[in-house]
């Protein structure tokens, strides 16, 4: 079975431009999360979903980030304009519907370089 | 914040040893799961534990669960060079976020060498 896709693996843009990562997750995961990792912060849960719904965008550092999921199987987060700090691994993980304490699944993450 | 604190931040040990990781937290949890990141990649269930568990088992991994003291241990035993990687413990809230929402520890090193 295919796991979780990210897309692009790598990415590196100037300050200032528009990024978007993209994510397919696992055919029939009701949960949808996208995490930001550095060295310094850690793994931080930004945003997730539930059958494509929002439910908690806390952890949405800036308005400059936005995230949709626009059907099951696709979501993007986007961040406009972007700025060095942004820097990070960012990693989008999916998890079914049934019961509490589902594992996640991750992908592999995009590697994000802001100039 | 809830985030786990992991210790040790750094291990190194020899093949064949065994490896022991402590993960603490803040506030009451539901489960409690285990996670393994391998370098450039994303991180993979090893198990969870379940707040009314005190002991785990899977393969070469013991997980250990002490609610009073909100702590928890990782253990993988007769480890292998292709152990190395990170490891990340990760807990629930179901007072305040819910099952689904997890907040992940700082994560220990591991580094296991031939």
């Known amino acids: 079975d295919a796991g979780v896709i990210q897309s692009p693996r790598h990415e590196v843009t100037e300050m200032g431009q528009e990024v978007t990562l993209r994510c397919k997750p696992i055919?029939?995961?009701?949960?949808l999360f996208w995490y930001r990792q550095t060295m310094m912060r850690g793994l931080e849960l930004l945003i997730y979903?539930?059958?494509?719904?929002?439910?908690?965008d806390s952890g949405m550092p800036e308005d400059r980030f936005s995230a949709k999921m626009p059907n099951a199987s696709f979501s993007t987060l986007k961040i406009q304009p972007s700025e060095p700090r942004d820097s990070a691994v960012y990693f989008c993980?999916?998890?079914?519907?049934?019961?509490?304490?589902?594992?996640?699944?991750f992908g592999d993450g995009t590697r994000l370089s802001i100039l | 914040s809830q985030q786990g604190e992991e210790d040790p931040q750094a291990l190194s040990i020899q093949e064949g040893e065994n490896a022991t990781m402590n993960c603490s937290y803040k506030t009451s949890i539901n489960n409690l799961q285990w996670y393994r990141q391998n370098s450039g990649r994303g991180l993979v269930h090893l198990i969870l534990?379940?707040?009314?568990?005190r002991e785990k088992h899977s393969g070469r991994l013991r997980v250990t669960l002490d609610t009073s003291k909100k702590s928890s241990s990782l253990l993988i035993t007769a480890s292998r060079a292709a152990d190395t990687a990170s490891y990340f413990c990760a807990t629930d809230d179901p007072l305040t976020t819910g099952f689904q929402k997890l907040v992940f520890g700082t994560g220990t090193r591991l580094l296991v060498s031939p």
């Open positions: 993980a999916s998890s079914p519907r049934t019961g509490p304490g589902q594992p996640q699944h």
């Open positions: 055919s029939g995961h009701d949960y």
């Open positions: 979903f539930n059958n494509n719904v929002p439910i908690d």
């Open positions: 534990i379940r707040s009314n568990e």
